[in-house]
Nanobody
Framework: QVQLVESGGGLVQPGGSLRLSCAAS????????MGWYRQAPGKQRELVAT???????NIASSVAGRFTISRDFHKNTVYVQMNSLRPEDTAVYSC???????????????WGQGTQVTVSS
């Protein structure tokens, strides 16, 4: 079983910062691309940022220059540092990871339970 456990959400004022963390645990052979997605009420889930095993990143244009994604390979953890937060960043943020459970098996996607980020004064 692979588990993704997120932390770091909460309430912050506009212009403030938060850092989300997502740690992968369980038994697996390979942890590939990890990333963050978000879903606001009444909207579809959208990409926030991803980072692969070569530390190559893909950042949504709506957060570029404000959000930074990074990962700690030793801790199997991905982070997103969110600065200059805006009310429109309010959403449930979910962690995603492509995982190969055993050698030779295909990659499967796993999701965390989601963490609420609310930007409001």
């Amino acid at each position: 079983q692979v588990q993704l456990v997120e932390s770091g959400g909460g309430l912050v004022q506009p212009g403030g910062s938060l850092r989300l963390s997502c740690a992968a645990s369980g038994s697996f052979f390979e942890l590939n691309t990890m990333g963050w997605y978000r879903q606001a009420p009444g909207k579809q889930r959208e990409l926030v940022a991803t980072i692969d095993t070569g530390r190559n990143t893909n950042i949504a244009s709506s957060v570029a220059g404000r959000f930074t994604i990074s990962r700690d390979f030793h801790k199997n953890t991905v982070y997103v540092q969110m600065n200059s937060l805006r009310p429109e960043d309010t959403a449930v943020y979910s962690c995603n990871a492509r995982v190969r459970v055993e050698f030779g098996m295909p990659f499967n996607e796993y999701w965390g339970q989601g963490t609420q980020v609310t930007v409001s004064s």
